[in-house]
């Protein structure tokens, strides 16, 4: 399991310390890519959460072009095949996180178990509204069902859901250092103290 | 939810301040039952994880007889039909927490789900050793399928199971003050701040 860390500038991949993967959101800043740790390529449109409102083949392009520093890169449920294979074809090793994001409402469980049963990702990322217990309980039974799944719910009230992820052996958890850049992001030093505690870290 | 601290002492009675519920363990030391909180009253067994020995008749006896002081009462799931309905009769308000402990596995999920299908406790909990992941999924899918059910595995590595039952619903949390009553219970004031970081208290 590891912490990633959601940056949108310098200073943030600076105090980053105790996460093991730094997620560089390319629709926030600009970086020098410079770390030691695992990185991971992300320009996020605005319909997923992100601020990128440009072209969105330029966007894929921009994204194969950058692949090749990165270890890991997102791209979301709706990305044409050919961006995916382009990737694995330059870097077999590289890992995709393949997102789904609903800011609306969580889908119920036959819907999200299509999503994983026709995931072309290595790691598929469920991020949907939480509007109630019900859907705390379809995303865990989706981790329960499949591996290589990080599931939670957005919002401030269902921030737990990123830990109960995490207990649930999804891979990642995203955490945040100066600012969140999700409602109901957790802070880095709090997860990572947490998982400490608990011996998970 | 209610936070629970477990104590064998007076000193830890003062130290549980944050705490919504004491347990008082009687078979770890006396008590003048002095707090302004809720109460569970147990006398643990021996084979149970406990440390009294003597007589079930005098146990089972003692527990009915000192009920009147409490809100909650603690019977293993062999204990009989008359001290359940005995209780009741005393006290229409008191809650029983029926407990099961297995110190050698997790049984199966048909097993567990009997378990909770022929509960005659208002809360059943459910603690029982954990060995692998596949524990960990047996609880998850009962605290998915069941409501007012407490489970947990016990283990310093499945500590996280204890709060992971938090997050799905289970109405108490069992921790410790100065010192664990069972490997792998948390200390009261990390699950405190824990909890009220997360937004659940």
Redesign the interface.
């Known amino acids: 399991m590891k912490i990633v860390v959601t940056v949108s500038n310098e200073d943030e991949v600076r105090l980053a310390e105790k996460a093991d993967i730094i997620e560089f959101r390319l629709d926030l800043g600009n970086f020098s890519f410079k770390t030691d740790k695992e990185k991971i390529l992300t320009i996020r449109r605005k319909v997923d959460g992100g601020s990128f409102e440009g072209d969105e083949n330029e966007r894929l392009k921009k994204i194969v072009e950058l692949s090749k520093l990165f270890e890991y890169v997102d791209l979301e449920v709706d990305v044409p095949e050919w961006v995916f294979e382009e990737l694995k074809k330059n870097n077999k090793k590289i890992e995709i996180i393949e997102s789904y994001h609903n800011f609306k409402e969580t889908p119920n469980y036959l819907s999200l178990k299509d999503l994983v049963e026709n995931r072309r990702g290595d790691i598929l990322k469920i991020a949907t509204l939480g509007k109630s217990?019900e859907d705390?309980?379809k995303i865990?039974?989706i981790l329960?069902d499949y591996e290589k799944v990080v599931a939670f719910l957005i919002g401030?009230?269902y921030?737990?859901?990123r830990?109960?992820s995490i207990?649930?052996?999804a891979p990642l958890i995203y955490c945040y250092v100066l600012k969140p850049k999700a409602p109901g992001q957790?802070e880095l030093n709090?997860v990572y103290d947490?998982l400490k505690?608990?011996?998970?870290k």
Request: net charge positive; glycine share 8%; aromatic share 18%.
């Open positions: 217990f705390v309980k865990t039974r329960l401030e009230k921030s737990f859901t830990v109960l207990f649930l052996g957790l709090f947490l505690k608990v011996g998970l």
